[in-house]
């Protein structure tokens, strides 16, 4: 049963990389809520009014998310070759793409907004993660191989 919820990404809603979406979601969540909050404020003339934005931020941090899992499930299928496809090593269970990655998105998002003096450790993590993963380790799964 646990395999399920925490394991592989072919079979489990959460992997290794839920770490990653949420260190993404800081990233993206705060990089959206500045574009939002400078949108309203000065293209839209609305800078003395107070406008509360957090609904168009989690549909801008949601359309980020669903656009990379769009792109992602057609790497995983191996449309830019057979290297990558291995990296990939699979196509994600539909609960882990569809709900729980841009899920991690938004709550990184709901975490940055409250803490946005987090949002520069959680960049550099992010780097390195990505770092790591994507130059060091030979697939995707390899911390779930090894442990």
């Known amino acids: 049963m646990f395999e399920f919820i925490w394991g592989i990404k072919t079979i489990a809603m959460m992997d290794v990389w839920t770490i990653e979406h949420l260190l993404s979601g800081l990233s993206v969540g705060?990089?959206?809520?500045?574009?939002?909050?400078?949108?309203?404020?000065?293209?839209?003339?609305?800078?003395?009014h107070h406008i509360v934005t957090?609904?168009?931020?989690?549909?801008?941090v949601l359309f980020i998310a669903y656009l990379w899992e769009a792109?992602?499930?057609?790497?995983?299928?191996g449309l830019a070759g057979d290297t990558v496809e291995?990296?990939?090593q699979g196509v994600e269970m539909w609960a882990n793409r569809i709900i729980f990655d841009p899920l991690m998105l938004v709550i990184g998002y709901l975490?940055?907004?409250?803490?946005?003096?987090i949002v520069i450790p959680a960049r550099i993590a992010s780097l390195v993660w990505l770092i790591v993963h994507v130059f060091i380790f030979p697939h995707s799964m390899y911390l779930h191989d090894i442990f």
């Open 111 to 117: 975490i940055v907004k409250k803490y946005p003096k």
């Open 54 to 60: 957090r609904h168009f931020d989690v549909i801008g």
């Open 71 to 77: 792109i992602e499930h057609y790497l995983e299928t």
């Open 30 to 48: 705060h990089a959206v809520k500045i574009r939002n909050r400078k949108t309203f404020k000065k293209k839209m003339g609305l800078e003395k």
């Open 86 to 88: 291995y990296w990939f």
